[in-house]
């Protein structure tokens, strides 16, 4: 008996713990699909939320400057829901972006921001004040077509992008962000969206079908959009003036200095900057006081005799700054979802103050065509369409690059006679007046946007260079009509190597035969409108 009940004791036993391990393998099995079922829904939840994200976002901008922040009000203004991030929008403290053509506030009236430069204590420009080996000469714009308000700008750039972040950030589409995008979510060579950190250190992701980088010219991302070549060919030192006149009020002043151009303008009603071009990547220092020195002895004896107390003042202030010059040609890869604009895309010498017209009037094209594309989802039809903004861009970028370029070599000195022949021809042409100041003072200012008409001008500077030489030619002395001869031969030679690169680096057929390639956009752009209508018909 007692060992039966032993035998009924153990089964009872093993039954027990088979029933024990059986409950507690169910409630782990039910805690586990509990656990993955809400691991299921928080995926769900994630990229529901990435899916909104997505919806709710038409067009990322990287960057809020002025290309940025003036892309953002434009295209905003038209409906598309954008999403700015800025890595700091605090005032920025620049010594460039201080000069606005009058081209450039043709393009700010165009896009509804002519009001940013009121209220910042902007400064009128009428044009230039050329100043060499104690000769001047005085370029208008010619603003005689105009209005009474249009003309140059010159301000304080940090004052001039707050109103134009403000102007954006006004508009209930328009998303503005501090942070730093660290880089472009790229799936299967297509742009979806951007990586970014915030200002408390968070990094998030955010996507759209169309994200455009526009981060200055130290952009970190450019490299996967384009073929970044950069070139410092000099470097500006600068310097504000206080309480003193231009000799000509209302004007620029550019001095052909040796070594190279010294520039003038007003930023407000009681400073003027100075901008002090030296060639190369090398300066003196500033800390042990060489570049001091430097600016002491070589450069302000060749400053107008008005500005020169204020000058020496300025430098025994202390308040001295530098800033590398850099160009870089545009070279875009395409890539669907994704576009360069601004100081990221392209730039040139900042000596004509022509960054802000390419900025802005790329802004003008780039929102007419979107304009005509309401499908941002299609991202390589969309990719296809804008590689007419390359084009289209060509006539007012090409003048102002391809004049930045040339006349920093013109301008600056030389060891070579052919050289210094070419620059002081240039002087005394614009000095002629009408045609042959006008034209190209136009071409400088953004109001006549036309390559051709530039390369003739710039030869026209090399015949006349050549014709000073020449038209005394009875009463040259014979044994200097060859080296008249050959020095013209030289100055045609140094013409060509000067504009030729430029020409080659822009492109001849964009640069002179846009309307080709216009109309090339034209066909795509119907073509893209007749699918579009075919497609909502079937679907209707």
Known sequence: MEYQYIIRGILASILGFVLWHRS??????????????????????????????????????????????ALAYSLGKDGRRVHVIERDLTLPDRIVGELLQPGGYLKLIELGLEYCV??????????????????????????????????????????????????????????????????????EGTVKGVQYKTKIGQELTTYAPLTIVCDGCLSNLRRSLCNPKVDIPSCFVALILENCELPCPNHGHVILADPSPILFYRISISEIRCL????????????????????KTVVAPQTPQELRDA????????????????????????????????????????????GMIVALSDIVVLRNLLRSFHDLSNVYSLC????????????????????????????SASTDPARNEMREACFDYLTLGGVFSNGPIAFLSGLNPRPLKLVLHFFAVAIYGISRLIVPFPSIPRM????????????????????????????????FFPTMLTAIHEDWASLHLWQKQRIEGKQV
């Open 24 to 69: 507690t393998g169910m409630k782990k099995t039910k805690e586990s699909r509990e656990n993955v079922r809400d691991e299921v829904v928080k995926s769900s939840e994630q990229v529901l939320c990435q899916s909104e994200n997505a919806t709710n976002t038409d067009i990322i901008i990287v960057g809020a400057g002025v290309a940025g922040s």
């Open 118 to 187: 009121e209220e910042i204590d902007a400064q009128q420009v009428f044009g230039y004040a050329l100043y060499k080996n104690g000769k001047s000469t005085k370029l208008s714009y010619p603003l005689q077509n105009f209005d009474q308000d249009v003309a140059g700008r010159s301000f304080h750039n940090e004052h001039f992008i707050q109103r134009m972040c403000e102007k954006a950030a006004s508009l209930p589409n328009v998303r503005l962000e501090e942070g730093t995008v660290t880089s472009l979510l790229e799936v």
């Open 276 to 295: 002090v071009d030296i060639p190369g990547q090398k300066l003196p220092s500033i800390s042990n006081g060489e570049m001091a020195n430097y600016l």
């Open 311 to 354: 000058f020496d003042f300025a430098i025994n202030k202390g308040n001295i700054r530098t800033m590398p010059n850099r160009s870089m040609h545009a070279a875009p890869y395409p890539t669907p979802g994704a576009l360069l604009l601004g100081d990221a895309f392209n730039m040139r010498h900042p000596l004509t103050g022509g």
């Open 384 to 411: 296809k369409y804008l590689e007419s903004f390359y084009t289209l861009r060509k006539p007012v970028v090409s003048t102002i690059n391809t004049l930045a370029g040339a006349l920093y070599k013109v301008f």
């Open 480 to 511: 200097w009509i060859g080296a008249c001869m050959w020095i013209g031969a030289r100055m045609i030679s140094v013409a060509l190597g000067i504009i030729c690169p430029i020409i080659k680096v822009e492109g001849v057929r964009q640069m």
